[in-house]
């Protein structure tokens, strides 16, 4: 992958004292990111003619632990929605309650009471498994034709649903994946960088690689699938920290296509401190780089058009994208700023960034000791961010 051909390029500059090669393949990079932007800036995504009629019947799902203090707000936004057909509801909210030990399963009974649209499927906490188990134990339940998936801190508008089912309309397309914004932007200044992160990656790249035939990957939170499609590649991957990639390499794998839609948006809350944006980035890095050592071979040898295999392999490189940026930092500064000391800077200081990439690649990938930390969300009060960890999964 591109990372890892960097590093090598790096470990090589710094051997031979040459580093124009990183520098070249730097440069592709930067080509590559200038197609995508102006796809992101200047294209408009296509739907099927006729869409409109296309209304099957949804079951969306809730993974939920220990969620007390915003469960009650994401069943009622998502039992508002209106979709409808002949008159009738035509979806279903199903709650996975994966163990809660806090007001979780309460709040959740009172709401079933009260709401005819919910439906509470209940996990014993020693189940482990973490989000794919719960999303496959929501899976057999389900009744729906197309499965959407939603984090337990999740707000949506009244027709969310029409614009998702423009795209899953077309019969090659297996799922689909709307953007994500934060509904706590305006708390601080961390807040409105990652509603910012997320307006740029779904609005532009998102939007970008799917009119370019790129790799489009479906997020934990505003996804669609068929449940047929969903059902012939296995349901969700337990143990995988990234459930939703894992999903979306397998699709790709199947020949199944992956949509974007950005007319619709469905809103989250963003950590609010550099501790839990840490843990949480960290999680991700490591789901990402397991997701591509596992299928990187696979991919490789897939029978799929070449501009797709790149665009999926340099998508899956994403996490190592600052040790890229570092290594070119590095590069630059000994190549230019100090070109009369690249031969007689110190061999420990040569050594940082090449050791650097070992150490996270030994973090990101631990067989048999992967565990699910979920991000702890507070419904809006100012409470520090902590995240909550699940008991490791069960080696594959």
């Known amino acids: 992958m591109f990372k890892f051909l960097a590093a ?37 995504p296509r739907f099927q003619y006729g869409a409109w009629r296309y209304r099957p019947f949804i079951s969306i799902l809730v993974p939920a632990r220990n969620e007390e203090a915003v469960i009650e707000q994401t069943v009622r936004s998502l039992a508002k929605l209106a979709y409808h057909r002949d008159g ?9 309650d994966d163990g ?52 337990a801190d999740s707000r949506v508008k009244r027709h969310f649903l029409r614009y998702p089912l423009m795209y899953l309309a077309d019969p090659r397309v297996a799922g689909v994946q709307t953007g994500v914004r934060m509904y706590n ?12 992160e997320f307006a740029i990656f779904c609005g532009y790249l998102q939007k970008a690689r799917a009119l370019l035939g ?31 990639l894992d999903l979306s390499i397998r699709m790709l794998l199947a020949g199944y296509r992956i949509a974007y839609c950005p007319e619709a948006a469905v809103r989250q809350e963003a950590v609010r401190t550099w501790r839990a944006l840490f843990r949480q980035r960290s999680r991700w ?26 665009d999926t392999l340099l998508y899956l490189s994403g996490s190592g994208q600052p040790l890229l940026v570092a290594a070119s930092l590095y590069a630059g500064a000994a190549t230019w700023m100090w070109p009369s000391a690249v031969h007689t800077l110190p061999s420990a200081w040569l050594w940082v960034p090449p050791l650097v990439t070992l150490a996270v690649l030994r973090y ?28 490791p999964a069960p080696p594959r």
Do not use: C
């Not at 489009?216 to 920290?241: C, D, H, P, Y």
């Open 8 to 44: 090598a390029l790096l470990v090589w500059g710094t051997l031979v004292r040459d580093f124009r090669p990183l520098e070249i393949l730097m440069l592709l990079w930067s080509v590559y990111l200038f197609v995508v932007w102006m796809a992101g800036v200047f294209g408009t």
């Open 88 to 96: 009738r509801r035509n979806f279903e909210v199903i709650v996975i």
């Open 100 to 151: 809660s030990t806090d007001e979780t399963p309460a709040i959740l009974d009172r709401l079933q009471q009260e709401l005819s649209v919910l439906r509470v499927v209940r996990r014993p906490r020693e189940a482990g498994g973490g989000k794919a188990a719960a999303l496959n134990e929501g899976l057999r339940y389900a009744r729906g034709d197309v499965i959407g998936v939603f984090d």
């Open 185 to 196: 932007a305006r708390d601080n200044l961390l807040t409105r960088l990652q509603d910012s």
């Open 214 to 244: 790129g790799f489009v990957g479906l997020g934990g939170n505003g996804q669609f699938v068929k449940r047929e499609m969903l059902q012939a590649v296995g349901g969700w991957t337990v143990g995988s920290l990234t459930e939703d």
């Open 285 to 310: 890095a490591q789901g990402n780089l397991q997701v591509a050592l596992r299928y990187y071979r696979v991919i490789r040898r897939a029978h799929l058009p070449w501009a797709r295999k790149l």
């Open 364 to 391: 990101a990938w631990r067989r048999g000791r992967v565990q699910w930390d979920k991000t702890l969300h507070t419904g809006g009060k100012r409470t520090p961010g902590r995240m909550v960890t699940d008991s």
